[in-house]
């Protein structure tokens, strides 16, 4: 099992790469074709509490039954259950909100490429809030990985159709992988303590009591649900058990064996599966000055990922302390 270890979790992060990148076209087709992004984003939330609180109980019963040593269930403190209140609403309610809402406006392959983004916005957010070194390798990738954000926004800017970007859609996005980097800034320790599983009962059990006030009479009354086609329930369908609750499961599953840096290259997989399908189905275009915004931001997240950080640069003057402090997981 150790042997395979790696191949799994290099297949897990290609597989909710790939899974997010698909997410796009097929969100953006359900939300032009009878579901809002309001919609959407309730369906993701209240999906996801649904299917990780069920998942819980599951394990809670297999633990029970079986022999396995290994626990699935985790006690959590009164403080912890209220941390997650933050990160729920960081990590899930904005970013979800701003997303999904986002791409409803823009093209999938601009929110895509936009996603690819969060390492940047994690790097700034670590500089200011964790007092992480910028390096010059860092610096220059931050400011390529903007130039490509200003082209991506520019050429929203004069589009006239949403098939090549919508501005706001497109700020959108980007306010969303924001909103993720400042959840794992703020809460890194909180959600190393603990596993997906739990992490994730408790974000989206939050989040629903959150979103729901706001969103359920929106859903009830102002959509069709009759008229609403079969095509756009399955598409929903994926993108509430694909895309919200078996890509954070594979990814968690990745993150866990894989360094940081090798999590991060699986990032440009998400807008390669969404720009081809996207230009296929004709959901979307591939324009020159996007193609200009994929490399500048691709080549900026790469110096960024590159480039060590305090950590690492700790471990490098001092190799005796390696053996143990782990890998930080």
């Known amino acids: 099992m150790n042997k395979n270890r790696p191949l799994i979790a290099h297949l897990s992060m290609f597989g909710a790469c790939a899974i997010w990148g698909l997410m796009a076209p097929l969100g953006k087709d359900a939300m032009t074709h009878g579901i809002d992004g309001i919609t959407m984003v309730t369906f993701r939330v209240i999906g996801g509490c649904l299917l990780f609180w ?37 990590g899930l309610v904005t970013n979800q909100c701003c ?39 860092k610096a220059i990738g931050v400011l390529m990985g903007c130039s490509g954000a200003i082209i991506l926004i520019l050429t929203s800017a004069s589009a006239v159709s949403d098939k090549v970007g919508d501005i ?24 190393r303590r603990y596993n997906v599983f739990t992490i994730n009962k408790w974000m989206f059990f939050w989040a629903t009591l959150m979103i729901l006030p706001f969103t359920a009479h929106h859903v009830i009354t102002a959509i069709d649900w009759p008229s609403v086609p079969l095509k ?9 058990l694909f895309g ?77 302390s390696t053996n143990q402090t782990g890998n930080g997981k």
């Open 54 to 90: 069920f998942t819980s109980l599951m394990l809670r019963l297999f633990q029970f039954q079986s022999s396995d040593s290994t626990s699935y269930i985790e006690r959590v403190p009164l403080k912890d259950k209220l941390m997650f209140i933050g990160a729920g609403l960081f």
């Open 99 to 137: 997303y999904t809402i986002g791409l409803s406006i823009t093209s999938p392959v601009n929110a895509s490429i936009v996603t690819t983004s969060m390492p940047i916005f994690a790097m700034i957010l670590s500089a200011i809030i964790l007092r992480e070194l910028i390096t010059s390798k």
């Open 168 to 191: 706001r859609g497109d700020l959108l996005c980007l306010s969303a992988q924001f909103s993720f980097a400042l959840y794992l800034s703020l809460f890194n320790k909180l959600i």
């Open 232 to 240: 756009t329930r399955i598409e929903a369908g994926y993108v509430v």
């Open 244 to 320: 919200t609750y078996i890509g954070y499961i594979l990814t968690m599953i990745g993150q866990k064996t894989l360094r940081p840096t090798v999590v991060s290259v699986y990032n440009y997989v998400q807008p390669l599966v969404s720009v081809t399908v996207s230009v296929l189905t004709g959901i979307g275009v591939f324009t020159w000055s996007q193609g200009l915004a994929v490399i500048l931001v691709f080549s900026g997240v790469w110096l960024v990922t590159k480039s060590r950080s305090r950590r690492d640069m700790e471990r490098a003057a001092h190799p005796e």
